[in-house]
């Protein structure tokens, strides 16, 4: 069974500031691991994606995240926000395996809202 | 490259009632999954389709059903709708082997159940 703990439902910086996302995950096999971003009324999209390659991945609009195993984590970060990054974030983990597509285990997400 | 649709938008049903949903993936990606997103209980996985066939389920009751067509269109069919299912039904697409795991989302259709 896979679960995803983003610690923090509500998160507020400054325009300029460091924009630290926090997602921890449980899997049972080697994870693949994402982050969307959701603007009011619609749909995810995808922001990067982890899937056994180098464990830092970069992704678009700046962001980027750290895979480290030892603590489970794979937190999403942006050295300065904008106020355009306003929007709820996603974790999500699947198991990456053709039984399992489309399947994927999101957690509750983080709304994150920018001050100007 | 078009993205994934879906349609309606936005609707309304009365209690009791059936709604059926459609969803046209990018083209070439031959599984479309489905999530609903409620305030209370994030996004859900309700179903996913690889060639006409449901490969996976999530744990919503029988009254969710949901199918796949020849040119990997997609549809779900909630029937006797409950105040409970009034929610953002989510569509998405990928290309089903050799599979990352990587999901391309519609943007939605928000059933709301009076």
């Known amino acids: 069974a896979q679960s995803v703990t983003q610690l923090g439902s509500h998160v507020s910086v400054s325009e300029g500031a460091l924009v630290l996302l926090r997602c921890n995950y449980s899997?049972?096999?080697?994870?693949?691991l994402f982050w969307y971003v959701q603007y009011p009324n619609q749909g995810l999209q995808l922001l990067l994606k982890?899937?056994?390659?180098?464990?830092l991945v970069k992704g678009i609009n700046g962001f980027e995240a750290e895979f480290k195993k030892s603590e489970t984590s794979f937190h999403l970060t942006k050295p300065s926000a904008h106020m355009s990054d306003a929007a709820e974030y996603f974790c999500?983990?699947?198991?990456?395996?053709?039984?399992?597509?489309?399947?994927?285990?999101f957690g509750d997400g983080t709304t994150l809202t920018v001050k100007p | 490259k078009a993205g994934v649709t879906q349609t309606p938008r936005y609707l309304i049903k009365t209690r009791g009632q059936q709604v059926t949903l459609s969803c046209s993936p990018i083209?070439?990606?031959?599984?479309v999954s489905w999530y609903q997103q409620t305030p209370g209980q994030g996004l859900q996985f309700l179903f996913e389709?690889?060639?006409?066939?449901?490969?996976n389920k999530g744990n919503f009751p029988g009254r969710f059903s949901g199918r796949q067509f020849s040119n990997s269109r997609s549809e779900m069919n909630v029937s006797t709708l409950e105040l409970g299912d009034s929610a953002l039904y989510l569509c998405?697409?990928?290309?089903?082997?050799?599979?990352?795991?990587?999901?391309?989302f519609g943007e939605g259709s928000r059933l709301t159940v009076l």
């Open positions: 389709y690889f060639s006409e066939t449901q490969r």
């Open positions: 899997s049972s096999v080697p994870p693949y």
């Open positions: 083209s070439g990606h031959r599984s």
């Open positions: 998405a697409s990928s290309i089903g082997t050799l599979n990352t795991g990587e999901l391309f």
């Open positions: 982890y899937t056994s390659a180098a464990t």
């Open positions: 999500a983990v699947s198991e990456g395996s053709d039984t399992n597509a489309g399947k994927s285990t």
